[in-house]
Nanobody, 129 residues
Framework: QVQLVESGGGLVQAGASLRLSCAASGRAFSSYLMGWFRQAPGNEREFVAAITWAGGNTYYADSVKGRFTISRDNAKNTVYLQMNSLKPEDTAVYYC??????????????????????WGQGTQVTVSS
């Protein structure tokens, strides 16, 4: 029901910055939080960051904490991922995802891909060393 469209990926050098955007749309939009996940070739999809629409509570993977910042614009139904100090290890396809329930504020559940209901098509981020 919900459509998610990511943008902002690209090819950059280590230490550079990128800002990803994810625009959400669709009838009966009902989302409690949005997340960013990433997947490199041969790897499992891993959690990056998440944010709740109402309170703006944020969650980060340890690997990106201090470098990435997730934010949202409720009026635009858009979530952003500001990525600074990029490393080659950050190279992956980045996906935004929508979760339609609160997950009871579980710090564990918000990090699980199978808790999310809608997914974008992904945007490629490549970081050269």
């Amino acid at each position: 029901q919900v459509q998610l469209v990511e943008s902002g990926g690209g090819l950059v050098q280590a230490g550079a910055s990128l800002r990803l955007s994810c625009a959400a749309s669709g009838r009966a939009f009902s989302s409690y939080l949005m997340g960013w996940f990433r997947q490199a070739p041969g790897n499992e999809r891993e959690f990056v960051a998440a944010i709740t629409w109402a309170g703006g509570n944020t969650y980060y993977a340890d690997s990106v904490k201090g470098r990435f910042t997730i934010s949202r614009d409720n009026a635009k139904n858009t979530v952003y991922l500001q990525m600074n100090s990029l490393k080659p290890e950050d190279t992956a396809v980045y996906y935004c995802a929508d979760c339609k329930n609160s997950l009871y504020g579980s710090n564990t559940r918000v990090r699980r891909a199978d808790e999310y209901d809608y997914w974008g098509q992904g945007t490629q981020v490549t970081v050269s060393s």
